[in-house]
C-alpha cells in the first residue's frame, strides 16, 4: 500500500521559513515526477511546485525564487524548502505522485496518482 506522509508544517512569522517533507512507503518513486499542493480555505487545490523524473523543476508563479522543492531518492523522499513566507501562503499542503515513470514536472492535478493527507502551514503578519 503506498503512503505519503508530509510533515514540518507549523505556524511561522511572515518572511520566516519552513521545510516541509514528504515521506513515501510502499514503493519507490525515484524515476517518478513528485509535486507540491496547497488549498487554502475556501479555495481550490493550486499547484505550488514539482520535480520531474530527471530531476528538472517546475514553480507556480506566487513562489518562484521563494520556494525549492528536491528530493533524496535513496530516502523516497521529496522537500518543500520555503523562504520569505507571507501570510498568502497560509494553507494545507499536500505532497502528490505520480504512479508512472519518467514523468515530468506538471503542474496539473490530473498527472498525480497518490496524494498525502496534509500539513497546516499558517504564517502570521
Known amino acids: 500500500q503506498v503512503q505519503l506522509v508530509e510533515s514540518g508544517g507549523g505556524l511561522v512569522q511572515a518572511v520566516g521559513s519552513l521545510r516541509l517533507s514528504c515521506a513515501a512507503s510502499?514503493?519507490?518513486?525515484?524515476?517518478?515526477?513528485m509535486g507540491w499542493f496547497r488549498q487554502a480555505p475556501g479555495k481550490e487545490r493550486e499547484f505550488v511546485a514539482a520535480?520531474?523524473?530527471?530531476?528538472?523543476?517546475n514553480y507556480a508563479d506566487s513562489v518562484k525564487g521563494r520556494f525549492t522543492i528536491s528530493r533524496d531518492n535513496a530516502k523516497n523522499t521529496v522537500y518543500l524548502q520555503m523562504n520569505s513566507l507571507k501570510p498568502e501562503d497560509t494553507a494545507v499542503y499536500y505532497c502528490?505522485?505520480?504512479?508512472?515513470?519518467?514523468?515530468?514536472?506538471?503542474?496539473?492535478?490530473?498527472?498525480?496518482?497518490?496524494w498525502g493527507q496534509g500539513t497546516q502551514v499558517t504564517v502570521s503578519s
Open positions: 502528490a505522485a505520480d504512479a508512472r515513470p519518467w514523468g515530468s514536472a506538471s503542474y496539473s492535478r490530473g498527472n498525480y496518482d497518490y
Open positions: 510502499g514503493r519507490t518513486f525515484s524515476r517518478n515526477a
Open positions: 520535480i520531474g523524473w530527471s530531476d528538472s523543476t
